[in-house]
Structures are given as C-alpha cells and as structure tokens.
C-alpha cells in the first residue's frame, strides 16, 4: 500500500513533465496527439492549450477539421461557453457538411442555453443561444437533440417573456412618476403578448394591462376619461372571455363595476 501511494505522485510528476515536453516541441503532429489524449482524460484546460496555436497550421489538412472541433468541445467541457460557441460557429462556417457539423450547431446553442443568466440580468446571452438552436433545428429537423433544444428554447422565451412582464410591472409601479408610465406598461405589455404569443405569461400581461388602463382613465383629464374608461370596460370582456376561471376574476370584476359607472349607457 506505502508502494502505491509513493507512486502516485511519481505518475503525476511524469504526466506534468511529458506535457511540459509537449508544450515545448515544435512537431504538430505530436502536441496534436496529445491534446487528443488530454480530451479523452477530461484534462480540458490541457487540450485548449495546445490546440489554439494548431489551429492556423493544421487548417486545409486532414488534421484541421477534429482540430477545430475538440478545441470547442474541449472549451464547453471546461463550462466555458462563450469561446466553446465561437469556436463551434467557426467549425460549421467553415465546415459545414463537416462530420461534426450536427454537434457543433446542437452545442453551440446549448452551450449558450446553460450560460443563460437569470431573468432581472442582461439576455444577450439567451437571445444567442436560441438563434444557435434554432438554426441547429432548421439544419437537422431528424436530430435526436431537436426535442432537447425545443425544450430549452422554450425554457429561454419564457424567461425572455419574464423580463418583459418584470419591466411592464415596472412601468406599472412607477405610475405617473415623470411621465405616464401606465402607458408604457401597456405598451410592454402588448409587444410582448405580439412577440410570445403563446406565453405561459400571458393571462397575467393582459391583467397588468386592464390594471394600467384603469389607473390611465382613473387618473385622466376630463375630457378623456369617458373614452378611457370605456377602453378599460373593453378590456375587461376580453380577459374575461380569455380567462373565465381566471385566479385574477374578482380584481377584474372590482375595476369592471368601478369603470362602467364613468360610462354613459
């Protein structure tokens, strides 16, 4: 056992030296061969950097294809998304009917999916990873990984969706507070029930709209409150048509029975 144990750290000194070796030579070929051993031993941040600088002199032979590839897969399995998806867009531009064009198109996008941060933070990020997987899907619709990139796609426009509710809310508590905000709120509200029709979010943007257009015709002037309001009662029969069980029912019927007494008969 006292064998076994001194030997480990004989091993570790052996393996860091050969790589050292490697770093060191100027034959391609080899530093190829072993970042692919690297890869295969999940030594990721070994294999990314040996083959960055393979890249250029490896492009137009035999070798430059796998190349590309495991330089970006080699990044996504080092949870590095932002290069992986870089690297794998070159891989398909360049290659394009390419034997790892699949993946590359799948990974890309998935990787920029599991980079996707939380809704209240900036969705570049998201907006990528969709296009990416949508165009995964419209490249190879027979894919085993298309219900796997519909799912996540699903999952992002949701939270796309999320973000549009959270800035209408927003707009919805700031009230009149410099401007009309209440009319921003609807606004957003709309755009977003137009751009994510079918949005789990959806009964509750069309509240937050009936909601901001009461608050808009009770706090109007005048000469416009009797049109407000009559778009506020409008309002009203269309979330209710759309959502009779709704959970919202009674706030929806309080703002109705208040509306209608501003409207003439």
Do not use: W
Not at 20 to 45: C, G, M, P
Not at 65 to 73: K, V
Not at 117 to 142: C, H, R, S
Not at 191 to 206: G, H, I
């Amino acid at each position: 056992m006292r064998k076994f144990i001194f030997l480990i750290p004989l091993l570790l000194l052996a393996s860091c030296g050969e790589y050292n070796k490697v770093l060191k030579s100027n034959d391609i070929d080899y530093k190829f061969d072993y970042a692919k051993r690297a890869f295969e031993q999940r030594k990721f941040t070994q294999s990314t950097t040996l083959l960055e600088p393979l890249i250029v002199p490896l492009r137009g032979g035999p070798k430059g294809e796998e190349a590309l590839f495991l330089l970006a897969m080699s990044y996504y399995e080092n949870k590095d998304y932002l290069n992986s998806g870089i690297n794998f867009k070159t891989y398909y531009s360049r290659y394009p009917k390419g034997k790892f064009a699949e993946l590359a198109r799948f990974y890309s996008g998935y990787g920029y999916y599991l980079d996707s941060p939380d809704p209240q933070l900036d969705q570049t990020m998201t907006v990528k990873a969709i296009e990416e997987l949508q165009g995964f899907i419209d490249y190879f619709p027979n894919s085993d990984k298309v219900t796997i990139a519909q799912n996540a796609m699903f999952e992002m426009q949701d939270k796309l969706t999320l973000k549009e509710l959270q800035n209408a809310q927003l707009y919805y508590n700031l009230g009149n507070y410099m401007g009309n905000n209440y009319e921003s709120a609807i606004i957003t509200a709309q755009n977003a029930l137009k751009t994510y029709p079918y949005s789990k979010y959806r009964e509750d943007f069309e509240m937050l709209i009936l909601k901001a257009k009461y608050q808009e015709a009770r706090q109007s002037v005048e000469e416009k409150k009797q049109d407000r309001y009559q778009d506020v009662v409008d309002e009203y029969f269309s979330f209710i048509n759309n959502y009779p069980e709704s959970k919202n029912r009674g706030e929806a019927d309080n703002i109705y029975n208040l509306a209608r007494r501003h409207v003439s008969q």
